[in-house]
């Protein structure tokens, strides 16, 4: 088995990372300090206690409330530093950021702001050796009118926002509520994804509509796709990747789901690994991808396909790409 310092060592693309879900407790407490807000919590220990999620619907509340202390353009620059600061630390050269607009807009924060914010530290990210790009995800559990607005809003912007995703709870909010939405965006030349959740009621149903209705470049998740041989041979034909996160799964579903992981890799398909919430999930790319090596006995053989597969899913040009392969 590698060990943790061959893993931290390795070039890595990461390509599920909701930025709101690397605020660490500090930045918290900073931010809600000069923005003169009682959080209800007074020091790091006492953030770190409330973090009791075991399922996402649990975790999505405490992700929530705890962005609220995001308010000034400069507060969303400095969460995105910070988190490409560590990145660099874990030798991930290519990161594609998931972000949510509406989770921001929607307590009145302006849709530039949180642009303005993440765009600056994107722009600066070569500085730290990472090639950088935002994907814009759209809120399921909001209406698809909301996700057609944030989309209106994105649209001056367009050429600095490569792709739109899906994201936040799954249950009651299957992929083609959004197709309208995901059509315009991909007309507008947006990149596709969305997150397929882990064992959901509807998981193949789910999985179907974003390979054949929505027609998606990468699923996010999206194991349970090894429960449907048609359609795995169908994203090996199409190398459509999965973006898999085990520690995030590790805390929602209680199991890493790792013989998953493995069962696809080993039928070839293009699987990466993930760190999804870093900051409440207290595990960054590296602890991912050592914690899912270490618990299912990963040969050096197996990691560094892993890590190959990000750059080869990742939405940079084949020039690029083969400075990692
Ligand atoms: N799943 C769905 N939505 C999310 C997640 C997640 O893990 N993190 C942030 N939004
Ligand atoms: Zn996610």
New binding site residues.
Partial sequence: MPSKEFIQGLPKAELHL?IE?TLEPELKLQLADKNQMDIGFKTIDEIKESYLFNS?PS??EV?YSGMSVLQTEDDFYQLAWAYLEKAAQHNVRRAELFF?PQAHTSRGVTFETVFNGYYRAVSESDKLGISTDLIMCFLRDMSAESAAETLEQALPYKDKILGVGL??DEKGNPPLKFAEVFRKAKAEGFRLTM?C?IDQENSIEHIRQVLFDIGVERIDHGTNIVENQEYVDYINKHTIGLTCCPV?NGF?VDDMKGQEIIELLEQGVKVTINS??PAYFQSYISDDLYALAQVYNLTTEQVVQLAKNSFEIAWISDEEKTKFL
């Fill in positions: 909701h879900g996402l975790f999505l992700y949510d994201d936040s997150h959740d995030s929602v999804d919430d």
